[in-house]
């Protein structure tokens, strides 16, 4: 996962934004906040209450209240704008309960506020450690809950755990050290006692990982490395998962490691940039994995340099392993796994319904996997343009059609199981692929090269419907600038998303006739989330622009209902 310009390495001592103030201001919420497992795992038919970052365990952001719908969408007017006092990138899910919602900020701020009215409760701000390293900007994408506690992961890669009632801290635990690269952007997951957690850093020569802590008070409870110890050369894969030929040379790979050995496994990179689907039928943990380490120069890590660029599947329990579908090997191009899980139904090979686990590329492609085995049943028709798939980075820098954002960055996709259409958020970004030796150079930025756009041609995007069960592309609405954030889909048959020019739109889930949009004066750049209170509907979005697109920032988040 990358931005486009300069990384960020940032001592968070020179920040004049007060996130060196721990503390919480304001009063509380004004009654208990509790939410029971049994909540979590329903979260998906509940038409009151948004519980997790992507709506549910299985991720499909699909929203089952249709009181807001094709027919009145046209009449949504804003409800009211909370504004943070953080003018930066704002990725945010936010989630509500009971008519409570808890939104983040860059820089791990955490707000409650009245779901109906935007009257603040509570304001919490994290004291960061000393130093923070990150790639993509100072995001955060939201909290999970669980009981009386919602959590956050940091920029100085702690787990925190907040009372949801005042804001207090109630634990903090560090996840890893940041010293090394490693930092928290991702939205956890709460379930059965646990918070699950992965780590950024995949640009930083970190060994990625998904970890599971106790949700009473922050113990480890275990660790899936993203980066085998052994076997991260996997098969000398020479096709990508649609069978096109990646051009690698194996021989001088295999060479490469027979000189320098196998013990790059520490620095090969592998982060997880989003929440993890949760399977609680099967016990079973699905993510998808980052780019490896250096990204660009392959020479520093030969091999296919598992399980980066892959989906994974581990046991909730204990974090073992039990299959993994790698989508690119030994990753060039940066063009890793970012998008989340989802987890639904769709026909396999053999035209039968069966389960299934899919994921939107930055390859442009949505990938169907059987649930169970992880064996690939279709990929989708190509989103977006694959000019120059897969051109080899030179040292003057060679064109590529699918820049280093893809394709679909990290913004969640939502699936219509009624409309059996995914919705995919896409980039069309070309780019110039530039490759340089590089060292592993101890917890600093490490790309082995650079990736820049193309002054004289166009960045755009583009909202593309997909149907899981043939894989063809049923429409597409094209954009002015390209699309990072995220797509909500509800059962009033609309599909909602925003672009980095301020306009947040719905559209007719069917056919992607634009129904109705709104200027929110800086860039829609995060997933839009919606809930019932007092029988009525709201959608509510962040309106903070985006870092690795350079959208215009704000501090705000957007509520809409029906008048």
């Not at 957690?197 to 409870?221: C, H």
């Not at 490490?446 to 899981?468: C, D, H, M, Y």
């Not at 009525?536 to 622009?545: D, E, L, R, W």
Request: hydrophobic share 40%; net charge neutral.
């Amino acid at each position: 996962m990358q931005q486009i310009g300069k990384k960020l390495s940032l001592t968070l001592a020179s920040l004049a934004m007060g996130v060196l103030t721990a503390g919480v201001a304001q009063a509380d919420t004004g009654k208990a906040v509790s939410v029971s497992q049994s909540q979590l795992s329903a979260a998906a038919k509940d038409g009151n209450n948004f519980l997790h970052s992507n709506g549910s365990y299985d991720q499909s952001r699909y929203y089952p209240s249709k009181q807001i719908n094709t027919g009145n969408v046209k009449n949504l007017r804003p409800a009211f704008t909370f504004q943070t006092e953080v003018l930066e990138s704002m990725e945010t899910a936010p989630i509500v309960v009971d008519g409570v919602m808890y939104l983040t900020t860059s820089y791990n701020h955490v707000y409650a506020i009245d779901a109906v009215t935007g009257k603040q409760f509570w304001h919490y701000k994290h004291k960061m450690g000393p130093v923070t390293t990150y790639c993509c900007g100072p995001n955060n994408r939201g909290v999970a809950i669980m009981g009386g506690h919602v959590f956050m992961g940091t920029l100085d890669a702690k787990l925190v755990a907040l009372d949801a009632k005042t804001g207090k801290l109630a634990w903090e635990t560090q996840i890893a050290d940041p010293e090394l690269g490693y930092s928290e952007t991702m939205a956890p997951v709460a379930v059965n006692g646990r918070i699950l957690i992965g780590t950024n850093g995949g640009e930083y020569g970190i060994r990625g990982f998904v970890k599971s802590f106790d949700a009473k008070d922050g113990k480890l409870q275990w660790t899936f490395h993203t980066i085998p110890e052994k076997g991260h050369e996997g098969v000398w894969a020479v096709n990508d998962a649609t069978n096109r030929n990646m051009l690698r040379d194996i021989n001088a790979e295999k060479a490469q490691l027979a000189k320098q050995g196998g013990d790059f496994y520490k620095t090969l990179g592998g982060g997880v940039w989003m929440a993890p689907a949760v399977d609680l039928e099967t016990n079973t943990v699905f993510f998808v994995v980052g780019n490896p380490s250096p990204d660009l120069y392959g020479a520093e890590r030969p091999g296919d340099n598992l399980y980066t660029d892959s989906i994974v599947a581990v046991d909730l329990n204990t974090g073992n392993y039990k299959w993994h579908y790698q989508y690119i090997a030994h990753d060039v191009w940066d063009l890793d796994a970012v998008s989340p899980v989802i987890l639904t139904e769709a026909k396999g090979k053999d035209g039968k319904m069966t389960k299934v686990a899919i994921h939107a590329g930055k390859t442009g492609h949505v990938y169907v996997h059987d649930r169970n085995t992880g064996e690939l049943i279709r990929f989708s028709e190509a989103m977006v343009p694959q000019d120059g798939l897969w051109t080899l980075p030179t040292k003057e820098g060679a064109k590529m059609m699918l820049g280093a954002n893809g394709g679909v960055e990290w913004s969640p996709m939502a699936f219509n199981p009624e409309s059996r259409l995914a919705y995919a958020a896409n980039l069309l970004q070309p780019m110039t692929y530039h490759v340089e030796a590089s060292k592993y150079p101890g917890g600093k930025l490490w790309l082995g090269g650079a990736f820049k756009t193309i002054p004289s041609e166009k960045q755009t995007g583009r909202l593309s419907a997909v149907n899981i069960d043939t894989g063809k592309v049923a429409w597409k609405f094209d954009t002015d600038e390209p699309l990072i954030g995220g797509v909500l889909a509800t059962a009033g048959d609309l599909v909602f998303n925003g672009e980095a020019n301020g306009l947040f739109r719905a559209f007719d889930a069917k056919n992607g006739k634009k129904l109705w949009e709104y200027q929110t004066g800086a860039g829609v750049n995060a997933p839009a989330v919606s809930y019932s209170v007092g029988g009525k509907q709201y959608i509510a979005v962040a309106s903070g622009g985006n870092n690795q697109i350079d959208a215009k920032r704000g501090n705000s988040v957007v509520v809409f209902a029906l008048p």
